[in-house]
């Protein structure tokens, strides 16, 4: 079922859309604002899958062990060291 709305555009929106209808990517205005629709939907699905996916990270992540200042300097000191054995520097 479709729904008949009024949408206002702006010149150069008009014009755009236009010239889509005419080089014949699309058979009309409706069916160019319909494709926008759809982009921005999608769009907005796949920024709260995201948005979601990084929620469940960040608390998988404070749910984990956490390193004291001293703990992650020694670490990364240990990773410098072997980064540099192995390039043997």
């Known amino acids: 079922m479709t729904v008949k709305a009024s949408v206002s555009l702006s010149?150069?929106?008009?014009?755009?859309?236009?010239?889509?209808?005419?080089?014949?990517?699309?058979?009309?205005?409706?069916?160019?604002?319909?494709?926008?629709?759809?982009?921005?939907?999608?769009?907005?699905?796949?920024?709260e899958e995201d948005q979601e996916a990084l929620r469940a990270l960040l608390l998988r992540r404070m749910e984990g062990p956490f390193l004291s200042e001293e703990e992650s300097r020694v670490q990364i000191e240990e990773m410098i060291a072997r980064k540099k054995a192995e390039y043997g520097l």
């Open 11 to 47: 010149p150069q929106q008009e014009e755009f859309a236009r010239k889509l209808v005419e080089d014949g990517h699309f058979p009309s205005l409706a069916a160019v604002v319909e494709r926008g629709l759809d982009l921005v939907r999608e769009e907005t699905e796949m920024r």
